[in-house]
C-alpha cells in the first residue's frame, strides 16, 4: 500500500462521514429537531489514519445520546451520496430516535 494509496482511502473516509453527517443533520431537521456537527463524536477522537475497519459514531443531545457503528466499506461507499440500503436504513432508525418525543 502506497503513501498516495492511504491518502486515497483517507480522503474517502472522510467525504463518506461528512456525507453521512450532513445527511442526518438534514433529516432530523426536516423532522422538527434541532441538531448540528457539534452533536457528534466519531471513532472516540481517535485517529482516523489509517482508516478503521469499523468506526463508532455517538450523538449527543440534551435529551439523549445514541450510539451507532458504520463499517469502512460503508462509509466510504457513502463519499458521494447516501446509496447504500444498510446506511439508509440505519441513519433513519438514528433520525427517529432522535426526533421520538
Do not use: C, Y
Not at 429537531?33 to 455517538?58: C, M, R, T, V, Y
Not at 463499517?71 to 447504500?84: E, F, L
Amino acid at each position: 500500500m502506497t503513501a498516495s494509496s492511504i491518502t486515497e482511502g483517507h480522503d474517502e473516509f472522510l467525504a463518506g462521514l461528512q456525507i453521512i453527517e450532513r445527511e442526518i443533520i438534514r433529516q432530523v431537521r426536516d423532522a422538527g429537531g434541532q441538531i448540528d456537527p457539534s452533536n457528534f463524536h466519531w471513532h472516540e477522537g481517535k485517529d482516523l489514519l489509517p482508516p478503521p475497519s469499523a468506526i463508532a459514531l455517538k450523538i449527543s443531545t440534551p435529551e439523549r445520546t445514541i450510539n451507532a457503528t458504520f463499517s469502512r466499506g460503508a462509509v466510504q461507499d457513502s463519499r458521494d451520496r447516501v446509496d447504500r440500503g444498510d446506511v439508509r436504513a440505519r441513519i433513519r432508525a438514528l433520525v427517529e430516535e432522535l426526533t421520538k418525543l
